[in-house]
């Protein structure tokens, strides 16, 4: 078949209708992309014209060929328009389906607090700190002559019994204070020893309202020549301002501690009903109309604990305290139950 000007025009006015017919159906990326491949690549039927007009007499050659080149150039630039127009089409597709709800209420992140029982306890050993107490750790697995022996428990002393006492395979068991960290202070320093201990304690006890199986508490002990009575209550009553307030009273009461001689448990007038038992709802619930609330135990360390340490108790003497933070923080905050500190609710620790 030979090849004529007028059958290529034909030619290519039909391949470049069939090019826009389908452009006008192509509706992705991929269809236009192919539709380039078929009409305006290498192989594609625009170029294999071009290839045959060789066989064109030679008079015909370029107006043909600036016959092809126009209708390149047409379907060429019809495909970048529409190429663009669906692009603009994914893109905005593309935001509508990421588009973000500004009404919509935030999800609002929960922003972790310290516990009480940790703001309680800092805020104690801060006290002591500015009194010029250190700060001492020890094991919470400890051997029954620290928890005990060194402290001067009688042997047959009711807490030694598992009852009270958890007890740890190997002879160990749990502490049950943090007094023996005062036994292990004084054996790695000589006097004079200003120091406080928190920390853990564990007591054979169930989780109820008023007990814990873990506690914790801070433990105190001053140590030097001509230590008295009258320092111990000078310090603790200066504790008992700072941490309650400046109008808080202490009074002494006498107790029995196996490890402080003389003992004595210590009261600090309530600060919820400024020491007079009655709210404007009635009687005071947190010190149930006393005006007193119990916060710690202290005394004068017994000879036989500095004996068990080697301090010679003719020259040195000292006092010792501890109290609970639970209580502490229950007494300050007007928390009722001691679980609720373990409990891990955010919405209980949020309110401190
Ligand atoms: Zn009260």
């Not at 060194?150 to 009711?158: E, I, V, W």
Request: proline letters at 5%; one cysteine or more; glycine letters at 8%.
């Amino acid at each position: 078949m030979t090849l004529t000007r007028s059958s290529a025009e034909r030619d290519i006015g039909a391949v470049e209708r069939q090019a826009f017919e389908t452009l006008a159906s192509a509706a992705s990326r991929d269809a236009l992309e192919s539709l380039r491949v078929r009409y305006l690549g290498k192989k594609a039927k625009l170029t294999a014209l071009l290839r045959a007009m060789k066989d064109l007499p030679a008079e015909d050659r370029p107006a043909i060929g600036a016959f092809v080149n126009q209708a390149k150039e047409r379907v060429e630039r019809a495909l970048e328009e529409k190429l663009a127009a669906v692009r603009a089409e994914e893109e905005a597709a593309a935001l509508a389906a990421s588009r973000v709800d500004v009404t919509l209420p935030g999800r609002r992140r929960t922003i972790g607090r310290l516990s009480p029982l940790t703001q309680v306890r800092r805020e104690v050993t801060e006290i002591f700190r500015s009194m010029g107490f250190s700060v001492e750790e020890g094991p919470e697995v400890e051997t029954e002559y620290y928890n005990f022996d060194a402290l001067n428990f009688p042997p047959d002393h009711p807490s030694r019994d598992a009852q009270d006492t958890l007890l740890v395979d190997g002879g160990y068991l749990l502490r049950t204070h943090t007094s023996p960290v005062q036994i292990r202070t004084m054996e790695r320093q000589k006097p004079p020893v200003r120091m406080i201990c928190p920390g853990w304690v564990y007591r054979a006890d169930t989780l109820d309202a008023s007990h814990s199986p873990m506690f914790s508490q801070v433990e105190g002990l001053l140590v030097d020549e001509g230590v008295s009575l009258g320092d111990l209550f000078g310090i603790l009553n200066a504790f008992a301002q700072r941490f309650f307030g400046e109008r808080t009273k202490t009074r002494y009461r006498p107790s029995f501690f196996p490890f402080t001689e003389p003992s004595a448990e210590v009261d600090v007038s309530c600060m919820i009903c400024a020491g007079t038992g009655k709210t404007e709802a009635g009687t005071c619930r947190v010190c149930k109309g006393t005006g007193w609330k119990e916060i710690l135990g202290c005394g004068m360390v017994d000879p036989n604990v500095f004996k068990a340490v080697g301090y010679d108790s003719e020259r040195y003497t000292g006092f010792a305290f501890g109290m609970g933070i639970e209580r502490l923080a229950m007494f300050k905050f007007g928390v009722d139950e001691i679980r609720h500190f373990f409990e891990g609710d955010q919405r209980f620790i949020a309110q401190f």
